[in-house]
T-cell receptor, first 115, second 113 residues
C-alpha cells in the first residue's frame, strides 16, 4: 500500500528565506505525486504535480519540487518565502496504473512565515 | 468556470443527529470524490463516483455514512446518526475522466458535540 510521510508538522521560516518542505513516499512503482496547499478557510489548491515527465516540476507562486526516485522523495522548495505563503501544505500520491482512483495524502506541514 | 461548491461551510450538530453535506462539482466532471480530515489526522479518501455510480467506496468508515449522486450531478453525504468521532473537515473534489489532479472544494467543517 502506498504511504506518504512529511517531515515536520510545523515549519517556520523568516520572510525571504528558503522554504523546504519534505515529502517521502512509499510505493512499489513510481507514483504520480502532487503538492496541495490549503490557505486559511479555503479548499485544497493544486500547487504542482509530477506525472513521469521532467523530474523538476515548477508550480504556482514560485514553488517547485524535484522527484528523486533513488530517495523516494518529492520535496517542495521556494527560494524566498513571502508572508502570503503561510498555509498548510500536503503531499499526495496516486497510482499511475489506476489514475482516477483515490489519492493518499501525507499528514500535512503547516508553514509559518515570520516577518 | 465555477469551482467545486460545498455547503454548508460549517455545521455544528449534537451527537445522534443527522447531517447532510452537499457537493456541487464542476459542470461536466464525471468523477466526484469525497475525502475527510479528522482532527490531527491525514486527509482520507471516502469514496469515488463516476457519474451516478459508486466506483469505489472502500474508504467509507461505517454504515452511518451514506453518499448519493442522483443524476450524476451534485452529491450528498449523509451522516446518521452522527458521532463525536465524525467531527472534521469533509472535502469534495471533482475531475474530468482523464484529468490529472482534482479540483477541491473549500470543505465542510463538521463539529459533533
Amino acid at each position: 500500500a502506498q504511504s506518504v510521510t512529511q517531515l515536520g508538522s510545523h515549519v517556520s521560516v523568516s520572510e525571504g528565506a528558503l522554504v523546504l518542505l519534505r515529502c517521502n513516499y512509499s510505493s512499489s512503482v513510481p507514483p504520480y505525486l502532487f503538492w496541495y496547499v490549503q490557505y486559511p478557510n479555503q479548499g485544497l489548491q493544486l500547487l504542482l504535480k509530477y506525472t513521469s515527465a521532467a523530474t523538476l516540476v515548477k508550480g504556482i507562486n514560485g514553488f517547485e519540487a524535484e522527484f528523486k526516485k533513488s530517495e523516494t522523495s518529492f520535496h517542495l522548495t521556494k527560494p524566498s518565502a513571502h508572508m502570503s505563503d503561510a498555509a498548510e501544505y500536503f503531499c499526495a500520491v496516486s497510482d499511475p496504473d489506476n489514475y482516477g482512483q483515490n489519492f493518499v495524502f501525507g499528514p500535512g506541514t503547516r508553514l509559518s512565515v515570520l516577518p | 468556470e465555477a469551482g467545486v461548491t460545498q455547503f454548508p461551510s460549517h455545521s455544528v450538530i449534537e451527537k445522534g443527529q443527522t447531517v447532510t453535506l452537499r457537493c456541487d462539482p464542476i459542470s461536466g466532471h464525471d468523477n466526484l470524490y469525497w475525502y475527510r480530515r479528522v482532527m490531527g489526522k491525514e486527509i482520507k479518501f471516502l469514496l469515488h463516483f463516476v457519474k451516478e455510480s459508486k466506483q469505489d467506496e472502500s474508504g467509507m468508515p461505517n454504515n452511518r455514512f451514506l453518499a448519493e449522486r442522483t443524476g450524476g450531478t451534485y452529491s450528498t453525504l449523509k451522516v446518521q446518526p452522527a458521532e463525536l468521532e465524525d467531527s472534521g473537515v469533509y472535502f469534495c473534489a471533482s475531475s474530468l475522466t482523464d484529468s490529472f489532479g482534482y479540483t477541491f472544494g473549500s470543505g465542510t467543517r463538521l463539529t459533533v458535540v
